[in-house]
C-alpha cells in the first residue's frame, strides 16, 4: 500500500528554519511527481512547492526564496527546507504525490494529486 509519511515539524520563532521530510514507500518512483502544501487553521489548503514535469520547481509566491523542495529518489524522500520562517508560515504541511497525468500541470494545484500524507505541524511564533 502507498504511503507517505512527513516528519520534521515543530515550534521556531520568526526567522528560523525547518526541514520537512517526506518518506514514500510502496511507489515505483517519486521522481518529479511530488509536492508540498500547507492549510492553516481557518483557510483552504494551499500549494507550497512542488516539481513541474520537466523536472523544475515551482514555489507558491509567499514562499519564493525563502522555501527549497528537494528529493532523493534512491530514498524515495522528499524534503522542504524552510528559512525565514514567519508567523504566517504556520500550518499543516503535508506532502502528496501526484498523478502521471497530471504531470504538465501546475504542481501546485491539489486535485492533480492522488495520494498525502498525514501532515507535519509547523508552528511559528513572533
Known amino acids: 500500500q502507498p504511503q507517505l509519511v512527513e516528519s520534521g515539524g515543530g515550534s521556531v520563532q520568526a526567522g528560523g528554519s525547518l526541514r520537512l521530510s517526506c518518506e514514500a514507500s510502496?511507489?515505483?518512483?517519486?521522481?518529479?511527481?511530488m509536492g508540498w502544501f500547507r492549510q492553516a487553521p481557518g483557510k483552504e489548503r494551499e500549494g507550497v512547492a512542488g516539481?513541474?514535469?520537466?523536472?523544475?520547481?515551482l514555489y507558491a509566491d509567499s514562499v519564493k526564496g525563502r522555501f527549497t523542495i528537494s528529493q532523493d529518489n534512491a530514498k524515495k524522500t522528499l524534503f522542504l527546507q524552510m528559512n525565514n520562517l514567519k508567523p504566517e508560515d504556520s500550518a499543516m504541511y503535508y506532502c502528496?504525490?501526484?498523478?502521471?497525468?497530471?504531470?504538465?500541470?501546475?504542481?501546485?494545484?491539489?486535485?492533480?494529486?492522488?495520494?498525502w500524507g498525514q501532515g507535519t505541524q509547523v508552528t511559528v511564533s513572533s
Open positions: 510502496g511507489f515505483t518512483d517519486i521522481n518529479n511527481f
Open positions: 516539481y513541474t514535469g520537466y523536472g523544475g520547481t
Open positions: 502528496a504525490r501526484r498523478r502521471y497525468s497530471e504531470r504538465w500541470r501546475s504542481p501546485l494545484l491539489q486535485d492533480g494529486y492522488d495520494y
